[in-house]
């Protein structure tokens, strides 16, 4: 499942984020690449161990925690501190697929789904067009400030070449309750009925019974 989920963002969010990443320093974006990775990575991150990015990562990571699609769509088990990406003009990342297994030690977790937040207007910047292969074909995403993307981390996928102007992004990856994708998108759609039905007339016997099978299929494919 590919979704787009808007509004993850505000505007005053957007604006604070963009002032801030304006007066950190980045690093080349191999450094946190896996082996195949690093051979198509070209891009710079974040330097990861400073107070305005612990800011900026709980500001990302609360608003991702407090959207509704979010949560049904990944399910989170464990979430990863997330990398601030900037692309500029001739930076792209090749064709690859996110690490199974990022962290170290007891930090480890297994990468399920992966979600990247667009932090500046796609007028902003041509090219830079996330590029993901699923089963339905090719998809082509470049959303709008503030909006993100959420897609199993196992597809190929790809960010073209910047043309002109600067890509910023933000990327994180969930270790999901419910490893298979395809249970993930059942709970998804279930849970969108169930949502309905239970605002609708929680007493309702078809609400109650669409709410047993989703509570019970959660119970029967998670893994905590």
């Known amino acids: 499942m590919l979704l ?3 509004n993850i963002l505000d505007t005053a969010k957007q604006d604070n984020i963009r002032e801030m990443l304006n007066k950190v320093q980045f690093v080349d974006g191999k450094h946190s690449a896996g082996m195949v990775a690093t051979q198509v990575k070209n891009n710079q991150e974040m330097q990861q161990d400073t107070q305005q990015a612990q800011y900026l990562d709980q ?3 609360s608003s991702l925690a407090e959207n509704a ?5 990944a ?3 464990r979430v990863a501190q997330p990398v601030f990406a900037r692309y500029s003009p001739g930076m792209h990342y090749g064709n690859h697929i996110d690490d ?3 962290g170290s030690g007891p930090n480890k977790f297994r990468t399920d789904v992966a979600v990247t937040v667009f932090l500046n207007s796609p007028e902003e910047y041509d090219g830079g067009e996330l590029v ?3 089963p339905f074909g090719e998809q082509r995403v470049k959303y ?3 909006d993100a993307v959420l897609y199993p981390a196992n597809n190929l996928h790809q960010v073209e070449e910047v ?3 600067e890509r910023l992004v933000a990327v994180t990856w969930i270790q999901s309750m419910v490893r298979d994708a395809a249970r993930r998108e059942l709970l998804f759609e279930l849970g969108l009925a169930r949502n309905t039905l239970l605002q609708q007339n929680a007493e309702n016997p078809t609400a109650q019974q669409v709410d047993r099978s989703w509570v019970n299929l959660l119970r029967r494919w998670s893994e905590v």
């Open 100 to 102: 199974p297994i990022m």
């Open 163 to 165: 043309t002109r102007g």
């Open 59 to 61: 500001l990302v990571m």
């Open 75 to 77: 399910l989170p088990f």
């Open 132 to 134: 993901i292969q699923s």
């Open 4 to 6: 787009h989920i808007k």
């Open 144 to 146: 709008a400030a503030g």
């Open 69 to 73: 699609d979010f949560r049904s769509a």
